[in-house]
């Protein structure tokens, strides 16, 4: 029992940091500095570890600052990216919908069914060829308002693109 207690009064007890220190870079400082602090080096020692390691510990904040950065410009972009997704396929659903074209785009571009979206717009301008004053200027109407979404989400588009390019 005695030498159980000795061998217990000799151990330092403390706690296991490991997990901490990587993944946080911040506890990781703390903890080298704090370490070199209260270590038995003379302050010749200690300047010339503290030189070993501060490069690392700067490219590993700047690499932090970097890495945190990128993440929020890609969630950004990515949220933008889905606003973009969004409009496509509102503007498609506007688009088709004169042409008495029902499937979304997902559905059209999954089955390759540009054809028959071609055929219905076809179809639509010879039917306002034929068609009298009054209704044809309403099917121009129809058309046109799709048209100018189109333009609109072109204009949009093209902003994404370009501040994504700025990231």
């Known amino acids: 029992m005695q030498d159980l207690i000795k061998s217990k009064k000799d151990k330092k007890f403390g706690f296991d940091l490991t997990s901490i220190l990587g993944t946080n870079s911040i506890a990781s400082v703390i903890n080298t500095f704090t370490s070199m602090l209260v270590s038995n ?73 540009w054809s028959k979206v071609k055929d219905k717009l076809e179809n639509y301008v010879l ?14 109407i129809e058309v046109e308002f799709p048209i100018d979404r189109l333009i609109q989400f072109i204009g949009g588009y093209n902003n994404f693109i370009n501040s994504g390019e700025q990231f």
């Open 41 to 113: 080096l003379t302050k010749e020692e200690k300047e010339s570890e503290l030189k070993k390691v501060d490069c690392i510990i700067d490219f590993t904040l700047r690499m932090q600052n970097d890495l945190n950065t990128i993440y929020f410009e890609t969630a950004f972009l990515q949220k933008s990216n889905d606003g973009i997704k969004k409009d496509i396929e509102t503007l498609f659903r506007d688009y088709t919908k004169p042409i008495g074209y029902a499937k979304s785009l997902k559905e059209c571009r999954e089955n390759d069914d």
């Open 127 to 140: 039917t306002i060829a034929k068609s009298e004053n009054l209704q044809k200027r309403k099917m121009q």
